[in-house]
């Protein structure tokens, strides 16, 4: 299992996360496009790069 993995964040910090699914990030709506280090890569609605985010930082998973 490697650091930058969904998988690794998945069972380190105990979140849903995968890549496409939608989130907001303290308020602010976007979508996971990948993962960097222990970090989410969150596209938010509107913007053209992907932010990186910790993964228990005010993150709310959106099921779909």
Same mark, same amino acid.
């Given at each position: 299992?490697?650091?930058? *993995?969904?998988? %690794?964040? +998945? +069972? %380190? ?5 995968? $890549?496409?699914? =939608?989130?907001?990030? !303290?308020? $602010? =709506?976007?979508?996971? @496009?990948?993962?960097? !280090?222990?970090?989410?890569?969150? +596209?938010? !609605?509107?913007? =053209?790069? *992907? @932010? ?5 930082? +005010?993150?709310? %998973? $959106? *099921?779909?």
């Amino acid at each position: 299992m490697t650091k930058g *993995s969904a998988e %690794y964040v +998945r +069972r %380190y910090y105990g979140v849903p996360a995968k $890549q496409g699914m =939608s989130v907001r990030v !303290d308020g $602010q =709506s976007g979508r996971i @496009t990948g993962f960097r !280090d222990a970090h989410l890569l969150v +596209r938010f !609605d509107g913007e =053209s790069r *992907s @932010t990186p985010c910790h993964p228990t930082w +005010r993150v709310e %998973y $959106q *099921s779909e």
